[in-house]
């Protein structure tokens, strides 16, 4: 993982039982919980967050698109998304 922020670079463990999306939206979670993740923020796209994490495009689309429904990542549209802000 050589272009990641720290705060980005998620160990993700393929020997649990919860899926890798999962793992991944609650690693992005607590990142913007704890403020290592700024609200405004962008975050990498899909492709290259999954490209350095060695996961499918599906897996980090599925974690954004679920942190995008609780509010703590803003859509992305045509472009990366942005932390949001913290839900309370």
């Known amino acids: 993982m050589r272009g990641l922020p720290p705060e980005l670079a998620l160990p993700l ?7 890798l999306a999962t793992q991944l ?6 990142a913007a919980a704890s ?3 700024r609200v405004g923020e962008r975050v990498p796209s899909t492709r290259v967050l999954a490209g350095e994490l060695g996961v499918s495009r599906t897996v980090t689309a599925a974690a954004y698109d679920q ?12 472009r990366a998304p942005t932390c949001w802000r913290r839900p309370t």
Do not use: S
């Open 25 to 30: 939206a609650d690693g992005l979670r607590a």
């Open 67 to 78: 942190l995008v429904a609780e509010g703590w990542l803003g859509p992305a549209g045509a």
């Open 13 to 19: 463990d393929r020997a649990t039982p919860t899926p």
């Open 35 to 37: 403020g290592a993740l």
